[in-house]
Antibody, heavy 117, light 109 residues
Framework: QVHLQESGPGLVKPSQTLSLTCTVS??????????WSWIRQHPGKGLEWIGH???????YYNASLKSRVTISVDTSKNQFSLRLSSVTAADTAVYYC?????????WGQGTTVTVSS | EIVLTQSPATLSLSPGERATLSCRAS??????LAWYQQKPGQAPRLLIF???NRATGIPARFSGSGSGTDFTLTISSLEPEDFAVYYC???????????FGGGTKVEIK
């Protein structure tokens, strides 16, 4: 059974870059069946799709975040990563990574990122 | 951008009752709609994909229907563990920009 785990700093200063990594175990990122996704949830709010990546490196991003987002993959480590630049308090959220084909059928537990000086 | 509107925002029901949740899309998404359940402090869980297909391990009391712009998630008889927030997600331009609805909270009456 696949397991996903987010890791990264829980506190980021305004204007800096948020960096998170998702480590996948129990399955290969290179299997070719899935896109590997990032979703976030602002406090008390709904879900926002950030973007996703295929094992080959092909990416798609939320248009509203596209100028600040980069998602990358490291198949040798079975990991994929999120970078969000120029963060503000509005980027404070729980960030989830997940596996997606016909729906996101596997999720990490989520990691809280707070943007504050 | 396709906008999904979920209604009602909150549904107050008792265990054993039937829950009917609605998701309406601003334009047709064909059958490419998924439903998720989220409990407090937990990641969402996929319930339904392609409008009416239950994901692995999802109980038969959960069913999805609809196509085009109007979709319904039905829980035939609410169990205590079903009280949660439910989100729909459209995937009509997959892999481009799947978007979520705002959610419906099913609470205990």
């Amino acid at each position: 059974q696949v397991h996903l785990q987010e890791s990264g700093p829980g506190l980021v200063k305004p204007s800096q870059t948020l960096s998170l990594t998702c480590t996948v175990s129990g399955g290969s990122i290179s299997s070719g069946t899935y896109y590997w996704s990032w979703i976030r949830q602002h406090p008390g709010k709904g879900l926002e799709w950030i973007g996703h990546i295929y094992y080959s490196g092909s990416t798609y991003y939320n248009a509203s975040l596209k100028s600040r987002v980069t998602i990358s993959v490291d198949t040798s480590k079975n990991q994929f990563s999120l970078r969000l630049s120029s963060v503000t308090a509005a980027d404070t959220a729980v960030y989830y990574c997940g596996r997606d084909s016909r729906g996101m059928d596997a999720w990490g537990q989520g990691t809280t990122v707070t943007v504050s000086s | 951008e396709i906008v999904l509107t979920q209604s009602p925002a909150t549904l107050s029901l008792s265990p054993g009752e039937r829950a009917t949740l609605s998701c309406r899309a601003s334009q047709s998404v064909s059958i490419y709609l998924a439903w998720y359940q989220q409990k407090p402090g937990q990641a969402p869980r996929l319930l339904i994909f392609d409008a009416s297909n239950r994901a692995t391990g999802i109980p038969a009391r959960f069913s999805g229907s609809g196509s085009g712009t109007d979709f319904t998630l039905t829980i035939s008889s609410l169990e205590p563990e079903d009280f949660a927030v439910y989100y729909c997600q459209q995937r009509s331009n997959w892999p481009r920009e799947p978007t979520f609805g705002g959610g419906t909270k099913v609470e205990i009456k």
